[in-house]
T-cell receptor, first 117, second 112 residues
Framework: NAGVMQNPRHLVRRRGQEARLRCSPM?????VYWYRQLPEEGLKFMVY????????ESGMPKERFSAEFPKEGPSILRIQQVVRGDSAAYFC???????????????FGEGSWLTVV | ELKVEQNPLFLSMQEGKNYTIYCNYS?????LYWYRQDPGKSLESLFV?????AVKQEGRLMASLDTKARLSTLHITAAVHDLSATYFC????????????FGTGTRLQVTL
């Protein structure tokens, strides 16, 4: 039973390039969340998606960042025209439902470390 | 807006000693998580606390939740070097699905 799978684990991009980070949720999970962790900080919520829908994008920067979770395939976090300040660890998490209940737990992936040079 | 504060931010302790990390949050929540993170690694789930008065223990770590005080504690008993890591609490904002708000983290260093 594979956990939340993220790739790539490490990504280096030059300023101005695009970064694409992928996340496959746990089997049976249809809710995906992306978090960003800047160096020496805690995780910050970015976006919450269900299949083909963005539920909450209140943590997404207004420009250059986008996320999708298509009907088929992984969720993608896309960062256009990267800048040095985008260097961070990006974590994906998934859950079976989107509500708080004793049977619903959030599981995190291994993270994708983006370095912008 | 939900705010989560942890203290201390940094903790250096000797092996064998006991200590407590505190997590305060600002609004009503149904669920609180504790995670461990080693440098350059992902989050390891330690505890999920679901109700007022909940107490969970695993090895040398014990977590508790007081929803009335909006406070959770992570107590370390007889620390060992292997517990050195950064510990985060995270609170699920009631009414906003499973979105988590994380504390700033407590970097624990256990010295020999």
């Amino acid at each position: 039973n594979a956990g939340v799978m993220q790739n790539p684990r490490h990504l280096v991009r030059r300023r101005g390039q695009e970064a694409r980070l992928r996340c496959s949720p746990m089997k049976g999970h249809s809710h995906v969340y992306w978090y960003r962790q800047l160096p020496e900080e805690g995780l910050k919520f970015m976006v919450y998606l269900q299949k083909e829908n963005i539920i909450d994008e209140s943590g997404m920067p207004k420009e250059r960042f986008s996320a999708e979770f298509p009907k088929e395939g992984p969720s993608i976090l896309r960062i256009q025209q990267v800048v040095r300040g985008d260097s961070a660890a990006y974590f994906c998490a998934s859950s079976r439902t989107g509500t708080s209940s004793s049977g619903n737990t959030i599981y995190f992936g291994e993270g994708s470390w983006l370095t912008v040079v | 807006e939900l705010k989560v504060e942890q203290n201390p931010l940094f903790l250096s302790m000797q092996e064998g000693k006991n200590y407590t990390i505190y997590c305060n949050y600002s609004t009503t929540s149904d669920r609180l998580y504790w995670y461990r993170q080693d440098p350059g690694k992902s989050l390891e789930s330690l505890f999920v606390l679901l109700s007022n008065g909940a107490v969970k223990q695993e090895g040398r770590l014990m977590a508790s939740l007081d929803t009335k005080a909006r406070l959770s504690t992570l107590h370390i008993t007889a620390a060992v070097h292997d517990l050195s890591a950064t510990y985060f609490c995270a609170v699920e904002d009631a009414g906003t699905a499973s979105k988590l708000t994380f504390g700033t983290g407590t970097r624990l260093q256990v010295t020999l």
